[in-house]
Nanobody
Framework: VQLQASGGGLVQAGGSLRLSCAAS????????MGWYRQAPGKQRELVAA???????NYLDSVKGRFTISRDNAKNTVYLQMNSLKPEDTAVYYC??????????????WGQGTQVTVSS
């Protein structure tokens, strides 16, 4: 199973970006999908996650600004980021976990996409 992330870039403070992450491979089911970020010199942190049933979880600092959603038919997760702040600058990674058709469970990471917010 592989994840392909896209949508990062440079934006001014107050702007918006939408990240996408598509899972491909021998997927039977995806239990959760999420976005993490890692800023220089800081630990990777969970930004938002969504379970197969649709329940969501957000980092406190992004609540009300970011929205995570998923398209189960496309095995794709999205992160809509509004009202971006310079402190949102980081490399964003998608993560997904579930079950394959023949090889048991999986827990995989995407390649990371840079988000830079200028002040």
């Amino acid at each position: 199973v592989q994840l392909q992330a896209s949508g990062g870039g440079l934006v001014q403070a107050g702007g918006s970006l939408r990240l996408s992450c598509a899972a491909s491979g021998s997927i039977f089911s995806i239990n959760f999908m999420g976005w993490y970020r890692q800023a220089p010199g800081k630990q990777r942190e969970l930004v938002a996650a969504i379970a197969s049933g649709g329940s969501t979880n957000y980092l406190d600092s992004v609540k009300g600004r970011f929205t995570i959603s998923r398209d189960n038919a496309k095995n794709t997760v999205y992160l809509q980021m509004n009202s971006l702040k310079p402190e949102d600058t980081a490399v964003y990674y998608c993560n997904a976990g579930g079950n394959t058709n023949w090889r048991g469970p999986f827990d995989v990471w995407g390649q990371g996409t840079q988000v830079t917010v200028s002040s």
